[in-house]
């Protein structure tokens, strides 16, 4: 029986994966009247005379809503926010399992930005942070951007925490292959929500805040048409804002002519992308990102053989898996405790170093931790937490 069946039977079985809990039994009347009527109504007039003290008194302290309109999930598309529902019920597990948060999944059903972000607003004073999930570019940069002044942390993790692990990965991967990280020409295929942010976390394009700098020597971007060049017609205003930090030599051309002399390759794209020659016009012992899923833009065997030093995909069953579960719930947890209003450029590069950090030696075939390694949200939580806390 092949995964997929397994899956489907899986959830039947359960009927949705996660479900509520009491922190309390309620046995007697002694206890409802605590927990409810007319004992309840203390907390709620500490709150209204402090509203800081809800995270004092209420779930909001450790919950996260999970928020997504259907429109980009995983590989599948845009599929709707009912057909959402499996996954996002799975990032809540994930939430639990790896961080010790709340979390509930919400799909919305609209695809309109200003509904979107209206909605966010009302419900987020519950929740202590908001992640965003699965929704599709470039109406998730204006989402984003427009819930930064929630009070709370708004966090999409298609787009930050796949850079944030991709840079844990090239820290080491570089580290591996005796190159500093400082003089990479790094190629990246793909332009939207992940693209996008990890050339923003490769070039430390951030904030005022930034205070560690790991800023790659050279970037160039490709889509579907090629190398992004600012004399290309018909670009989008997102590439036409990551031609800012990119392609600085103004290249033009396909992927493969971007490819000649790079030293990394890092692929959120589509599959079968790259044969064994196109590695070969690489500098020598090139580091090879393909995170397309489920299919990578080209398998490490082939890879390989083209002369890879180290490569890194998307897949469990893989070595170097790159898994935003490494990211997100440490993050969340390191934010939360710290009572962040935001997640910051330098929370973000701390998530990385702090990912890295957990491979003390690392190896071509173990430059990320296993995304089963329960020790790396708290490692991570710890860094955002401090990140924080030195601002």
């Known amino acids: ?108 059903d609209t695809q309109d930005v200003d509904e979107i972000v209206e909605t966010v607003t009302r419900i987020a004073p519950v929740f202590g942070g908001i992640n965003l999930e699965d929704i599709s570019a470039p109406r998730c940069f204006e989402i984003e951007d427009r819930l930064q002044n929630l009070g709370i942390p708004v966090f999409h993790d298609d787009q930050h925490g796949t850079a944030i692990v991709v840079l844990a990965g090239l820290i080491n991967a570089a580290k591996v292959v005796g190159k500093n990280i400082f003089d990479l020409k790094v190629v990246i295929n793909g332009a939207g929500a992940a693209g996008g942010a990890i050339c923003r976390l490769l070039k430390c394009i951030g904030d005022a805040e930034t205070q560690v700098c790991t800023a790659v020597k050279e970037i160039i971007i490709c889509d579907s048409q090629g190398i992004v060049h600012k004399d290309r017609p018909g670009l989008s205003v997102e590439k036409m804002q990551m031609l800012k930090y990119t392609n600085e030599t103004e290249t033009q051309g396909t992927l493969r002519d971007a490819l000649k002399g790079a030293d990394v390759f890092i692929g959120v794209s589509v599959d079968n992308l790259l044969t064994r020659d196109d590695i070969r016009l690489m500098a020598p012992d090139p580091i090879i990102f393909a995170l397309a899923n489920p299919v990578p833009e080209i398998m490490p065997e082939e890879a390989y053989k083209g002369g890879a030093a180290v490569v890194a995909t998307g897949r469990s069953d893989m070595p170097n898996q790159v898994n935003n579960v490494l990211g997100f719930p440490g993050i969340f947890k390191g934010a939360l405790q710290a009572k962040a209003t935001k997640i910051t450029f330098a929370m973000k590069l701390a998530a990385a170093y702090a990912i890295a950090d957990c491979i003390e030696n690392p190896t071509p075939n173990h430059i990320i931790p296993s995304s089963l390694d329960m020790s790396v949200p708290l490692k991570v939580a710890e860094a955002v937490r401090k990140a924080v806390n030195e601002k």
């Open 1 to 108: 029986m092949d995964v997929f069946k397994k899956a489907l039977e899986l959830h039947e079985k359960l009927e949705g994966k996660i479900e509520t809990t009491l922190k309390m039994d309620i046995t007697t009347a002694e206890e409802l009247s605590l927990v409810y009527s007319p004992g309840v109504a203390q907390p709620c007039i500490e709150i209204a005379q402090n509203p800081e003290s809800v995270y004092d008194y209420t779930i909001k302290k450790n919950t996260v809503a999970v928020i997504s309109d259907g429109s980009a999930v995983l590989g599948l598309g845009n599929i709707g926010p009912q057909a959402a529902i499996p996954v996002m019920e799975g990032k809540a597990m994930l939430f639990k399992k790896f961080a010790q948060l709340n979390a509930f999944p919400i799909c919305l």
